[in-house]
């Protein structure tokens, strides 16, 4: 008996969407319960002092903010887990971070204060949870593609009526 073990195959969809919930929901309940007001009060303070100057601006209602913390944290679950090295993994999460941070000072030249903390939050947690899930399961790109085995076709030869001689 072989002393290796092997890790259980793992799914994509569903723990994809459980790690974004858990990631949007840790990220949600923080900030109703007040823990990120001291983040999003400084880096409000940061986009309206020099040398941005965003005085007045339209900010995201807290609700949308949800829901694109949501569909981010679902899809760099979904993305981390349909991913077959880690390098790959390690890299969604990189790029990830880069985009949210660099969507703030996009939608501030427009005139639109957007604060990706709990956006940040949810799809670190979200990443965390799926890069655990992918260490411990074998993922479905990482298992070895079996082959099919070969679709046989019996073809029977239909004789072709003959014409009947006459005598």
């Known amino acids: 008996m072989s002393s290796k073990t092997t890790n259980p195959v793992g799914t994509v969809r569903v723990p994809a969407l459980l790690c974004a919930l858990t990631g949007t929901v840790l990220a949600v309940s923080m900030e109703r319960m007040g823990f990120l007001n001291e983040a999003t009060s ?13 005085v007045d601006p339209e900010v995201i209602s807290s609700e949308w903010n949800w829901l694109v913390a949501f569909i981010v944290s679902w899809g760099v679950a979904y993305f981390t887990l349909a991913s077959d090295q880690l390098w790959r993994r390690l890299l969604i999460g990189l790029m990830a971070g880069i985009i949210l941070a660099g969507f703030m000072p996009s939608l501030a030249l427009w005139g639109i204060l957007w604060l990706p903390v709990v956006t940040g939050i949810a799809v670190l947690w979200s990443w965390a949870c799926a890069m655990l899930y992918s260490g411990q399961h074998a993922m479905p790109c990482e298992v070895g593609v079996t082959a099919k085995e070969a679709v046989s076709m019996r073809v029977e ?6 014409k009947k001689k006459d005598k």
């Not at 880096?43 to 965003?54: A, G, I, N, S």
């Not at 030869?157 to 003959?162: A, E, I, K, Q």
């Open 42 to 54: 400084l880096l409000t303070q940061f986009w309206e002092r020099e040398p941005f100057f965003l």
């Open 157 to 162: 030869m239909v004789p072709r009526p003959m």
